[in-house]
């Protein structure tokens, strides 16, 4: 499918509502326009001023759609697909002529797309590696081979050559029912889970309507995907007598690796995780009823407190067992730290 961000400048589109056409402006044009185009972004399109209705721009996003409508709406400035190397710091682990292993921070986007055309990891990478990255991945993800959300911190493996990148694939593809890969996190979440260690074998999918957020799905579902996630709570904080707690400090170990897995699962069985504005806005405002000092740190930890602490995997060209373990970032040992007080 051609990516509508690499159009020609200023390609306008006239789009008519037939008898179907309902609700929402924003909603009707996103499912005319495809799935390459947010909401958010058709959204930030109409108060932009690129949308038209017999010549007068249309700028309310909630204007309800009606039949006969005739829209015009105007595409984006074009795009250079390619990733340019840019000179952004890297904290690698370990690298070698097959591999590099780093440790991501909060706020690196991994690889470009609508929103994020540079500043990602890929960017960092190519300037880092040049030419040396696997190409499997395409011109935009070249060497990835799994990724971690913008804000989530933790040890990646990125492939230099095809043979690695197929090799680890493999690995991460197997979810280490027979190879040797494995992944951990760390997470703290809102509340006690009833049970100190479980599993939440919940399949998940495309939440409806929204084509960014993911939720659990009935096992019948198209769209449903396999999803396991056993975890094990570390440490309560401020625990009561009746085994309730403000929060817990959690490790969660993925039999699956499916987009905001460990989000989903967590607050589906009602512990999402702290600064999770996606999964867990709800929860917010359990922090009003906090001590200052501590209502002061959960307040301003403005990401998903969530870590991927732990990720081994056997070298694809050696066999050599790779084993990586980084320290919570200080953020989150701040958050740590003021949850025990």
């Not at 932009?48 to 595409?75: A, C, M, N, Y």
């Not at 070249?142 to 989530?152: A, Q, Y």
């Not at 090799?167 to 027979?178: E, I, M, V």
Request: charged share 25%; hydrophobic share 35%.
């Amino acid at each position: 499918m051609s990516d509508p961000f690499k159009q020609a400048a200023g390609i306008r589109k006239v789009l008519t509502a037939d008898e179907t056409a309902e609700g929402r402006l924003d909603a009707w044009l996103t499912a005319q326009v495809g799935e390459d185009f947010s909401r958010s972004r058709i959204k930030a399109l109409i108060k932009d001023g690129r949308v038209s209705l017999r010549g007068e721009q249309v700028t309310d996003p909630q204007r309800k759609v009606r039949v006969g409508d005739s829209f015009e709406i105007t595409l984006p400035e074009p795009e250079d697909p390619t990733p340019q190397g840019e000179d952004i710091p890297l904290d690698i682990l370990h690298e070698d002529d097959d591999l590099i292993v780093i440790s991501k921070p909060a706020g690196l986007v991994v690889h470009p797309g609508p929103g994020n055309w540079t500043g990602t990891l890929v960017n960092a990478l190519i300037y880092h590696c040049g030419d040396t990255l696997s190409g499997i991945g395409g011109v935009r993800r070249p060497g990835i081979v799994h990724r971690l959300d913008k804000d989530t911190t933790g040890v990646m493996v990125v492939a230099k050559n095809d043979i690695a990148h197929r090799n680890l694939s493999l690995q991460f593809a197997d979810h280490g029912r027979t190879m040797p890969l494995e992944r951990a996190y760390q997470a703290v979440v809102w509340g006690r889970p009833r049970t100190l260690s479980g599993t939440v074998d919940a399949p998940l999918g495309r939440a409806t309507g929204d084509r960014t957020r993911r939720a659990v799905k009935r096992p019948d579902s198209q769209d449903a995907d396999h999803a396991i996630t056993h975890y094990q709570v570390i440490e309560r904080f401020h625990e009561n007598p009746d085994a309730t707690a403000l929060a817990s400090l959690v490790e969660c170990h993925l039999e699956t690796g499916r987009t905001h897995q460990i989000r989903v699962h967590m607050a589906h069985i009602g512990h999402p995780l702290l600064g999770d504005m996606v999964y867990g806005a709800g929860f917010r405002t359990k922090a009003n009823l906090l001590p200052e000092e501590i209502r002061k740190v959960v307040k301003g930890f403005d990401r998903q407190a969530l870590h991927a602490f732990m990720l081994q995997f056997e070298h694809p060209r050696t066999g050599d067992l790779m084993h990586f373990e980084v320290p919570m970032p200080d953020d989150m040992v701040e958050l740590v730290e003021a949850l025990r007080r």
